[in-house]
């Protein structure tokens, strides 16, 4: 399938080919049931995360060829290229009603959707908590026992294809109204406090101790993080912009919702 890919969206072979056409389906029902994934972690001593480039141009060519059509979801009449994924109770996840996602994205075992957004690519791990008006981009990772909170925002990446999708990692909580995008990794046990918003050129200080350690495109192991300023010099006078500031480490326990509500608390965060 990966060659097939490649060669149709070099211009190699033609898109309405059979065995294109067959191995682009192939592709997004692979994803759909969670036998295939946009991005997984490497094998490499540093545990990285590698970007399936040929899945993404994959899900490209999907959206490319395929023509919208009308679906209904109960009262509900769409128009669009991509169906919704369909539930009959046996996929162990909870589902409210107007909670939408997209055929192409994975929920695993024991998730909640309550009134949200999944798109194509994405997975969502098991025990995770996608909150009210939360909108999971297009290829996003979203680990284990995850809580994303009412209202955030993860970023979406299809082009250009070796673009890292955004990466949360397991028992990560983001607090209300957080904006997480452009390939940001947000490594497992972080708590992101209320409005936090991080892109790859956000500045993310640590400020916990003597002296500040600054950080780009990435939230450390079990980082606590609030809202911040920092002071930049523009032609017209120094302003401040934002950034995101660490406060602390939430502490390891073998009860990590009772570590998370002690992080909360203890270092005053808002949710």
């Known amino acids: 399938m990966k060659q097939l890919i ?5 211009g190699k072979l033609a898109l309405d080919a059979p065995e294109v056409a067959h191995a682009i389906e ?6 759909d ?11 490499g001593a540093d545990g990285g995360w590698i970007v399936n480039e040929w ?6 060519l999907y959206l490319r060829t395929s023509k919208p059509e009308v679906t209904r979801a109960g009262d509900f009449t769409f128009f669009d290229r991509v169906p919704l994924k369909q539930w ?9 009603p107007l909670a939408v996602a997209r055929r192409g994205a994975f929920i695993e075992k024991g998730a909640i959707l309550l009134p949200s957004y999944v798109n194509i690519g994405a997975r969502v791990g098991e025990g995770t908590m996608v909150d009210t008006w939360t909108t999971v981009g297009s290829c996003a990772q979203i680990g284990k026992h995850v809580h994303l909170s009412g209202g955030v925002g993860i970023g979406g990446v299809l082009e250009p294809a070796q673009a890292t999708p955004v990466i949360i990692e397991d028992h990560v909580f983001i607090g ?7 390939g940001v990794v947000i490594e497992e046990g972080a708590v992101l406090g209320a409005g936090v918003t991080l892109t790859a050129s956000t500045k993310i200080i640590d400020v916990s101790g003597a002296k500040p ?5 990435r939230v450390p192991r079990n980082s606590v993080v609030i809202p911040g300023t920092t002071e930049k010099e523009f032609p017209a006078g120094r302003f401040g912009v934002p950034c995101a500031l660490i406060i602390g480490k939430r502490t390891e326990g073998t009860d990590r919702k ?5 992080a909360l608390r203890n270092f005053g965060v808002s949710v």
């Open 6 to 10: 490649e060669s149709a969206f070099e």
């Open 26 to 31: 192939e592709v997004i029902a692979g994803l």
């Open 33 to 43: 049931r969670g036998e295939l994934r946009a991005a997984e972690r490497g094998s």
């Open 55 to 60: 899945i993404l141009k994959a899900i490209l």
């Open 88 to 96: 009959d109770g046996s996929e162990g996840v909870r589902v409210v």
């Open 176 to 182: 209300s109204r957080c904006i997480v995008v452009e």
């Open 213 to 217: 350690v600054e950080y780009k495109g």
């Open 258 to 262: 009772t570590a998370l509500n002690a």
